[in-house]
């Protein structure tokens, strides 16, 4: 829950501990009134798989919430840690058939996926034709089921996959018999191989930071931004001095970087793949040991 307005971007996040699932809602909703409390704090308090988390963009915000959190005696509070995504760059098929025999009843499930770059901000969708006689029509929901579940742990580094399109080709299962487990765990695994095989990489929240600065100090607060894997995006005179607009990936600002707190103003800006200095952002390229996010749930579904 956030209050109405601009929505709350999950780049950041902290997880509660300790909370009996009986308790989950009596704590989520102490945590809202502590949201509501502080008419500038922009976090929102969620469940994701039995767990509860609270998310923002504001690092000083999210951990002033966490003090609070310790100070009330609500729950025992994780480390603030980066949400991190992924994405595929490529197109690539796979296909994928469990079978299982069980006291006596057998269990079979089988699918072929396409899995190729969506649109930037479009989560995951999963198509499907219904026409297309290679398709039981009884399998679609729980390969979709096991295609979702699949995509919230990533490829690389355990992080959703987003921002793709996932096209059913075929399927099929017993018409009679426990085929649904079998459906999802096909689902599943075909994402899986796929999105290996699709020029998968890491995402990583960028925010732009303005820095104002008197022209003698520009040299310094370059190099910073630079060292920071910043990539400056304008330079504008000012009355007194200069005015530097940044991109910069949000692990490097946080008080947690290797170089500290940057000081500077910023605000989120979008995510981009993991670079390391002088790298071309080619797939699968891993730097700077990404913490992996919790799950979160941003895909919808269409069909054609």
């Known amino acids: 829950m956030t209050r109405p307005g601009r929505a709350v971007h999950r780049i950041l996040s ?7 699932l009986e308790q989950h809602a009596s704590v989520r909703q102490k945590l809202e009134d502590l949201v509501q409390e502080n008419p500038r704090l922009r976090a929102e308090v969620h469940i994701e798989h039995d767990r509860l988390f609270v998310s923002g963009e504001d690092e000083l ?3 002033e919430l966490r003090l609070k959190v310790i100070q009330r005696e609500l729950a025992e ?6 949400n991190y995504l992924e994405t595929v760059l490529g197109s690539a098929e796979a ?25 930037r901000g479009s989560g995951l969708q999963f198509l499907y034709d219904l026409d297309n006689e290679a398709i039981a029509r009884q399998s679609v929901q729980a390969i979709e089921a ?7 742990g990533g490829t690389l580094q355990g992080c959703e996959l987003v921002d793709l399109k996932v096209t ?6 017993d018409e009679v018999g426990r085929h649904e487990m079998s459906l999802r765990i096909a689902g599943a695994m075909a994402l899986r191989e796929a999105a290996k095989q699709a020029k998968p990489i890491v995402l990583e929240p960028m925010v732009e930071a303005t820095i104002d600065l008197p022209t003698p100090f520009m040299s310094s607060v370059m190099e910073d931004i630079h060292a920071r894997f910043g ?8 009355v007194d001095g200069l005015l530097i607009r940044a991109a910069i990936p949000i692990a490097e600002v946080l008080r947690s970087s290797a170089r500290g707190r940057s000081g500077y103003t910023t605000r989120f800006l979008r995510y981009e793949p993991i670079k390391s200095k002088g790298s071309d952002g080619e797939a699968g390229a891993i730097v700077r040991n990404p913490w992996p996010p919790h799950p979160r749930g941003s895909a919808t579904a269409v069909k054609f």
Do not use: M, W
Request: some cysteine; overall charge neutral; charged content about 25%.
């Open 146 to 152: 096991g295609v979702r579940e699949a995509a919230q």
């Open 14 to 20: 902290f997880e509660l501990y300790s909370i009996p």
């Open 168 to 173: 059913l080709l075929t399927s099929d299962c």
């Open 77 to 82: 509070p994780g480390n603030l840690k980066v």
């Open 231 to 238: 990539r400056v995006e304008s330079i504008s005179q000012t």
């Open 95 to 119: 296909e994928h058939s469990y079978l299982r025999d069980t006291g006596g009843s057998r269990n079979y499930g089988y699918c072929k996926l396409r899995v190729e770059p969506g649109p």
């Open 61 to 63: 915000q999210l951990l």
